[in-house]
């Protein structure tokens, strides 16, 4: 009896040893040099390369077809296309410059807002079918309702994902700005494929919450020969960071030079991204772009009245900012023939003598004369501020952005804030002997 006992104790043992022993052997981790889900990882990520690629293909397959179509409706032959734009088959001969001379792509930053249909109709809609505006929508977060939304454009646009979804690994006190990471890597991945991939020249960034103006594309494409010509200017911006209604005239050809890089609907041109491809930063890439490093020196030009308005991000912590400011931003509403417009007068030798000129040789007045609405004259005026604070001050009775980037406040033009207050022109202006911007400012 004890023997058997004996046995079957034995038994058991031996068979809860041979489970226990099965179940680590295939449940352990098959040593630190194979890791099952970085194969995954890169096989995902390949995956998407591929798509990416065959998205470009299906790019340049819609080129070819807008060219065929061109042949069947004006009836011109091949030859006679090529006699009148000869760039038009660029796309054979060398596969990924799909660009005419003229081509401005339109890239537009998607992540997990299906509000961005809204986006789109409002830019195929001002597109107008005029094809030299390819659109580009890159999508990041793999947000599949989304996705969806933005395929039933079909061939209007074209649709590419960002394939690096993997997580970003950040100290505790960074976790929660994440959000900024995954963007800057969006946006240096999107204009990557924009300028390399895709071959543009030039492209105008928008984003999924949008509504822009009738004249958004001739307002940029007005402006593009001014961009290319002058080497102080590194961007054209669509919008007027104090432009609520009441803040603004009502003159929609009106026109500024800014030094401050305001974003929202901007152009710029591929050699101005290849200067910043390389040192492109992992966060908070807007900031970073104000910087004296990046911008040198340069400017942008952005207009009187708004071409994009934003109508409002759900579930982003600018909620509130968005109810008290970004809703009353006048958007544009009359068309302005910007191409058939001269703008030299931006570029910025001619700029700087005019505008200096109308700025300091306009009368100075104090903020309590200006809020008291007791001034003589019916012209503009001056407002002259000295120090951080004071400006602060000012802009806040006035309504103004308070802020300042790298020490620029916004839409500020060698320190200059220009915007309507009572129906007057006003200049929150430094004094005339101003020697540039203090990046302590902030
Ligand atoms: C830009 O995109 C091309 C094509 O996808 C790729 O080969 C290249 O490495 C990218 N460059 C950078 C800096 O990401
Ligand atoms: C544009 O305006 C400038 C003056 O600002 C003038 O010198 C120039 O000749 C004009 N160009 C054309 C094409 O009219």
Request: charged residues 25%; hydrophobic residues 35%; proline residues 4%.
């Amino acid at each position: 009896m004890r023997k058997k006992t004996f046995y079957l104790i034995g038994s058991i043992s031996f068979i809860c040893w041979t489970i226990i022993i099965c179940y680590l052997f295939v449940h352990k981790p098959l040593g630190k040099g194979f890791k099952y889900k970085d194969v995954t990882i890169q096989v995902e990520k390949l995956e998407n390369e591929l798509q990416s690629q065959l998205k470009v293909n299906e790019y340049l397959l819609m080129h070819l077809k807008a060219l065929k179509k061109q042949i069947q409706e004006t009836g011109k032959d091949l030859k006679r296309i090529l006699e009148e734009n000869p760039s038009a088959l660029s796309i054979q001969t060398e596969r990924k410059a799909i660009n005419t001379e003229d081509t401005i792509c339109v890239l537009l930053l998607a992540c997990n807002r299906v509000t961005v249909a809204r986006s789109l109709e409002k830019l195929i809609k001002h597109r107008n079918n005029d094809l030299s505006f390819p659109i580009i929508v890159s999508q990041d977060c793999n947000h599949e309702q989304t996705t969806n939304v933005i395929k039933r454009f079909g061939d209007q646009i074209t649709l590419i994902q960002h394939p690096d979804q993997s997580d970003i690994f950040l100290p505790p006190r960074e976790k929660k700005f994440k959000g900024y990471y995954k963007i800057a890597r969006h946006y240096r991945w999107a204009l990557n494929q924009t300028f390399h991939s895709f071959g543009c020249n030039t492209a105008i960034i928008v984003e999924d919450d949008l509504d822009i103006a009738p004249d958004f594309f001739e307002y940029f494409r007005g402006l593009y020969p001014i961009l290319k010509t002058d080497p102080t200017l590194w961007c054209v911006s669509a919008w007027n960071d104090n432009g609520k209604e009441g803040q603004v005239a009502n003159e929609p050809t009106l026109l500024y030079r800014t030094d401050f890089f305001s974003g929202l609907g901007w152009m710029l041109t591929k050699e101005t991204w290849l200067e910043l491809l390389d040192k492109w930063p992992r966060a908070y890439w807007d900031d970073w772009i104000r910087h004296p490093a990046q911008r040198k020196d340069r400017a942008c030009i952005r207009p009187e009245i708004s071409r994009t308005k934003t109508f409002g991000k759900i579930g982003v912590s600018n909620g509130l900012f968005y109810e008290k400011h970004l809703k009353y931003i006048k958007l544009n509403e009359k068309f302005v023939p910007f191409t058939k417009l001269n703008l030299t007068y931006l570029l910025k030798d001619n700029y700087d003598v005019a505008f200096l000129k109308s700025v300091y040789g306009s009368p100075s007045v104090s903020i309590q004369e200006l809020l008291s609405g007791n001034i003589e004259t019916n012209v503009a005026v001056r407002i002259t501020y000295k120090t951080k604070d004071e400006f602060k001050r000012y802009a806040k009775v006035l309504k103004l952005m308070e802020d300042f980037k790298s020490g620029v406040p916004r839409v500020g033009y060698r320190g200059v804030v220009s915007f309507v207050f009572q129906n007057r022109r006003v200049y929150l202006a430094p004094i005339p002997e101003w020697k540039g911007y203090d990046t302590s400012w902030t």
